[in-house]
């Protein structure tokens, strides 16, 4: 049976492309895992983040990155997969404490679900996502018990499970960093932060928005770490 | 808060066109549950079985049916999603007792959880799927304590577990009965049964193997009725 923290052992990394996972890459590598990449065109407003892991994972060589194709706006339910308007804020501090309507029904299980599948063709052992309890506790499923149950299903799930394989782990090192700790983390390990988008609808050239929720969490975090954002914005931050 | 069982109330029914979703379809209704159909076009050897789902559904006058696209053949690891040969026996007998490569890695934690995600926008409390731990013990996901842990971990992922709406049911109604059982009650039920297919590896035309497992699975079942399968076959049965 395999070690984990070998260079052999291998682990599905989600890829947003964003701030977080570009991190959680870099602690999965430091790791020593040989990592798979797995990225979704989930029928999020723009495509900007999808290049963004793409280039990440070209950056550190990997090369087993799979973007699938899920559209999730047969769904619905969410300012992301419709046509909803993305809530603009002049301030972090007007971000409210419910669930806003950036909230997209279920996606971190559908999204695991997806990394256990080919977990399970690559035998893979770790999951590895960039859930964060502190910025945004009132998504359910960024939660540690949520975590813990989807990992107890994973367990339960799988050919390997049935088979006396190493347990599926779920792995959440973000979930209890603010996003100044992130950011001071991810620096550490070398990410050029220069080369991810958080921003929840870009401008067709690209361009952060600098006002939805994910850019202001975003930019609070460099703030605080006495840092500027080398992402590019729409607007003079 | 809605009541479960009435005519109000919402579920998602997992509807894949065979014999079994079929008469989970029909179970459903008989709840009285407002239903809504979920099908999936992963990467399977033929297209038929969406046909039967879409017919099923114009039959029960179901209007809410969502034929999702996720190919699963990104990731390969089964006989339905890769270029693997079906095996084919000449009896039922010959079927083994290990897990087939007909089985796809996490293929029911995906569904489920793509129909969490549609479950929490519809706010249907009850999700059915038409697993069965008797015919096919092998599979990890058809055993009834994955379906609890998956019930446990959907009641912890979602706004609706967070807001205190009606928690979230994982109906399994065949879970327990031998495909004869099964086919009894979708008959006293009214399904037909010739709508249905179950093959995994049918002709270009659309007939079934007869080989496969599930043919051989299927027949049985109704030679036990007494009964001559109405589905069509390309070898003489």
Redesign the interface.
């Known amino acids: 049976m395999a070690n984990r923290m070998s260079d052999t052992q291998n682990a599905v990394v989600l890829l947003s492309g964003g701030l977080d996972s570009a991190t959680v890459l870099a602690i999965a590598r430091e790791q020593r895992f040989k990592v798979a990449a797995l990225s979704f065109r989930y029928g999020q407003r723009h495509e900007q983040e999808l290049n963004c892991a793409e280039r990440l994972c070209q950056q550190a060589g990997i090369s087993q990155h799979?973007i699938?194709?899920?559209?999730?706006r047969?769904?619905?339910?969410s300012a992301l997969t419709s046509d909803m308007p993305v809530p603009k804020h002049g301030d972090v501090r007007e971000i409210g404490d419910k669930?806003p309507v950036t909230?997209?029904?279920?996606?971190?299980?559908?999204f695991?679900?997806?990394a256990?599948?080919?977990s399970?063709?690559l035998q893979a052992s770790d999951l590895f996502i960039g859930v964060n309890a502190l910025d945004y506790s009132?998504y359910?499923?960024c939660?540690p018990?949520?975590i813990a149950?989807?990992q107890?299903?994973?367990n339960?799930?799988?050919?390997g499970?049935?088979?006396g394989q190493l347990p599926i782990r779920i792995q959440t090192p973000l979930i209890d960093l603010t996003k100044a700790q992130i950011i001071r983390r991810g620096l550490q390990l070398g990410v050029d932060y220069g080369m991810t988008t958080s921003c929840y609808d870009p401008t067709a050239e690209g361009l952060a928005c600098g006002g939805c929720d994910a850019c202001l969490l975003r930019l609070k975090g460099f703030e605080e770490n006495g840092l500027a954002d080398p992402a590019r914005y729409a607007t003079k931050i």
């Open positions: 799979v699938l194709d899920i559209d999730l047969k769904f619905g339910g669930i909230y997209v029904p279920a996606r971190n299980t559908v695991l679900s997806l256990l599948a080919w399970e063709v009132g359910p499923d939660r018990e949520y149950a989807f107890q299903m994973a339960l799930a799988t050919k499970a049935v088979e």
